[in-house]
């Protein structure tokens, strides 16, 4: 139960009083809010997962749940090709019998219009034909 009154005894707010919170399913405390982000800078691009936050070249990018999902788990795992049914289990929890490739397609390439603000930047999500993609610059 939660405490809306000040502790006497103490003299503590229940702001005062540090209390586990859930994020994403998992409980965690103010310490843990100490911790390092993961952040990941390739030239122009930063990505933050904590704060769920891609910017290039300064630039604020806007994305989707499931674009950042599905950047996440590309630029977290450079080099390496997830195939279409990899991402649907990974970034849907879902089994790909119910989803095309076309929505994956889709999101993707809804990604890299935004994340490629300029031509002169490089494509970092490569299509890895008939398979499906990887991020790599």
């Not at 990899?86 to 989803?99: A, G, K, Q």
Request: hydrophobic share 35%.
């Amino acid at each position: 139960m939660v405490q809306f009154v000040r502790d006497y005894e103490t003299g503590d707010t229940p702001a005062d009083v540090p209390c586990p919170t859930l994020f994403q399913g998992q409980y965690f405390s103010p310490q843990q809010a100490d911790q390092p982000l993961t952040e990941i800078r390739e030239g122009d691009l930063y990505f933050c997962l904590e704060q769920r936050l891609v910017t290039v070249r300064g630039q604020a990018i806007p994305l989707t749940v499931k674009e950042f999902d599905i950047f996440a788990l590309l630029i977290l795992n450079p080099k390496r090709v997830f195939t279409y049914e990899m991402l649907l289990d990974l970034v849907w929890h879902e089994d790909y019998t119910y989803y095309s490739r076309k929505a994956i397609n889709n999101h993707v390439s809804n990604l890299r219009k935004k994340i490629r603000i300029t031509p002169d930047l490089p494509d970092y999500v490569k299509s890895v034909y008939g398979i499906g993609y990887k991020f790599d610059i």
